[in-house]
């Protein structure tokens, strides 16, 4: 069994897998961690319990999920433990075992993602000290995208932007794009290193990923994950003249600018009323103008970025959504792909309606360009790649988180 975390600044999901079979034992989340009201909930099979924590940080909150698997009998079968690390700059192309040198190397990647990559980095420290003699596998979403050729990553600043301070496209939701290229393979009976595809991963946070061979040759996040798509509180795209001329208008720092463009901006910010994707389109239904422009400039900014990916990939075997939007929502769907008639899209009205909740299909009529809807799995992918990395590994390399 592999227990999965992906473990943020105040938050901690997680998972018990068995990878090979793929079925998930146990669940749950941990919120609010460091507040007067931090909790957990935990479930296991059927049955979810809530534990209230008070005022608990990390490690009390992951002591009482040891407790719990404990007392259920689980955590004595555990054999390893897989991270989810958002940013392993140009380090790592693969997911890899921890050890003092991957910690370095993480470590100096905190500037990339200061928000993320320390949290991450506790999540470890954290299950190093609970349970020391497992060993742990960190799972990069940049490793995915290493593959990008250089006039794809890099950004026409001075190349020693590059050089001594690290600026290029890193790209993000890699295990997922890696996941749904698999997954489609497997699905097409395609060998991986014949498929070309556009990735759609659309959710709060969204990108999309242009696959050839198999392998990830552009994507819409940048040096951050900011930049590319409309998300649901992200500017995607901007102008970056416009933060100076808004620190000027507004009297703010270049932080302050920066956190209303990531936390106050896209399907939010448009529509001032909500950046969840189903009011939105409820909300649309009803005529509110503002919600039916925030879904319009969403589609169009991806329609754009589907087309243009066609550069790369000459050929496309399938457009495929993917995340909690494209999964789930027809009209988006629809609204997208009716920007790309000229490729060859037409929609199968009736099963693009009825595809939601879980279901994979192809979602164009036959004859047309393939459009399909699979459900991504990230935390599959994080216990695949941890039953690999650490079956014959053995016990659990030393490393040191005094910092942590």
């Known amino acids: 069994m592999i227990l999965v975390i992906n473990c943020g600044s105040s938050s901690v999901k997680f998972a018990v897998m068995e990878p090979l079979e793929q079925v998930m034992l146990v669940s749950g989340l941990a ?28 490690s009390e909150a992951l002591g009482k999920l040891v407790e719990v698997l404990k007392a259920n009998g689980l955590l004595e079968k555990l ?14 192309s693969d997911s890899v075992l921890i050890t003092q040198e991957t910690i370095n190397k993480v470590t100096e990647c905190n500037a990339l993602a200061p928000l993320h990559n320390p949290a991450n980095l506790l999540g470890i420290a954290v299950w190093a000290a609970q349970l020391p003699n497992l060993p742990q596998v960190a799972v990069f979403d940049t490793a995915f995208h290493q593959t990008m050729p250089d006039y794809a990553y890099l950004y026409a600043t001075p190349r020693s932007w590059e050089r001594d301070h690290h600026v290029r496209r890193y790209g993000f939701h890699g295990t997922s794009h890696r996941y749904i290229t698999q997954k489609t393979a497997e699905l097409l009976g395609k060998p991986r290193s014949d498929l070309n595809i556009i990735s759609a991963h659309l959710g709060n946070g969204s990108s999309v990923a242009a696959v050839v061979g198999g392998k990830s040759v552009d994507t819409s996040m940048g040096f951050t994950p900011l930049p590319g798509l409309i ?47 189903r009011e939105l389109t409820e909300a649309a239904n009803k005529g509110n ?21 066609m550069v790369p990939l000459q050929r496309l075997d399938a457009l495929v959504f993917t995340g909690g ?38 979602i164009t009529t036959a004859g047309s360009a393939r459009a399909m809807v699979v459900n991504t799995n990230e935390e599959l992918m994080i216990a695949l790649d941890t ?8 016990n659990a390399a030393h490393v040191s988180f005094e910092n942590y």
Do not use: W
């Open 289 to 309: 103008p503002a919600a039916q422009l925030a879904l319009d400039m969403f589609c169009y900014r991806l329609a754009k970025y589907i087309a243009e990916y």
């Open 325 to 362: 939007i494209g999964e789930n929502s027809a009209i988006i769907r629809e609204k997208v792909l009716g920007h790309l008639r000229f490729l060859g899209f037409i929609v199968d009205a009736a099963v693009n309606d009825k595809t939601y909740g879980g279901k994979t299909a192809v």
């Open 387 to 394: 039953y690999r990395l650490t079956r014959s590994s053995g």
């Open 31 to 58: 919120e609010k961690l460091g507040s007067d009201n931090a909790e957990i909930a935990i479930k296991i099979g059927e049955k979810k319990e809530v534990y209230q924590l008070g005022n608990a940080a990390h």
């Open 231 to 277: 998300m649901g509180t992200r500017t995607g795209d901007i102008d970056p003249a416009i933060i100076t001329y808004m620190m000027e208008r507004l009297n703010v720092s270049a932080e302050a600018v920066l956190d209303l463009m990531n936390k106050k901006s896209g399907l939010l910010g448009i529509s001032e009323l909500t950046n969840d994707c």
């Open 79 to 92: 054999t390893a433990i897989g991270h989810r690390t958002v940013h392993g700059g140009d380090y790592f």
